[in-house]
């Protein structure tokens, strides 16, 4: 991971969009200061598309589409992802499965939620779970005492072992069914409301994040970026960002936006 004020001045005028987690890496302890919100303004009035890619709800998201100064919002994992049209004034909703589906995964993962509570005292079903149409997010320190990386990794191998895909971030173990992923619903959201492939862009991309869950995305662009906080998990993480900022959550990612502003 090498510095991101070290990024050549030839990569940062080549990009045009910004993917971004929210959690850890625009909020500072569940809080989005100002810095961080104003960048994002920032770099959409200069003529980015940005998006965040959350694992949060689609409860939160449909507010994120709505009044957040982005270009759309990936949510819940990959399972979906909101993009608010100003013209006609109407949400744009793409789901990765069929509402039928969604209703009998969540009778699934009701019943995974309560194995999970009784194998591994402590955690908890987040307070957003009321919020969420396609996955179950178990809290390990977000609104509880945290919890110790092995019990964070039993609840994940709870899920895993009842058929569910299921991911690490900074607060949540957030587990599914279904093939969708972060990456999956980005390249849809870019080709079907920017016209554009994913895979032909890469290059163009910056992706901002600080936890295990971001692993793929780091991997898959070459302009990846870990704000400082992602050194926490240096030894678990699969894949490693490409650059990495000098401090923490949204006040790394306000230095992403000041980097590339400044040469633009």
Known sequence: MRPF?????DVKQNIRYILTDIDDTLTDEGRLRAEAYVA????????????????????????????????????????FYFRYDDASKKMIRRYATAHNLRAENKIKLAELGKLVLEQVPGCAISADQAYREA?????FCEDVPALPTHDVHKIKDLCTEAGATAKISSIHVNAWFGEYNKLGMSACIFKEEFGVELEAIRDQVIYAGDSPN?????????????????????????HKPTWITEKRGGAGFAQIARELLNCK
């Open 214 to 238: 971001d692993a793929p995305m780091f991997g898959y662009f070459p302009n990846s970026v870990g704000v400082a906080n992602v050194l926490e998990f240096e030894d678990t993480i699969e």
């Open 5 to 9: 004020s070290t990024i050549p001045t």
């Open 40 to 79: 994002l303004e920032q770099l959409r009035e200069r003529g980015y598309i940005v998006i965040p890619i959350t694992g949060r709800p689609a409860g939160w998201c449909d507010q994120i589409a709505r009044m957040w100064p982005v270009d759309g919002v990936v949510g819940e994992n990959g399972a």
């Open 135 to 139: 996955d179950i997010a178990i809290d």
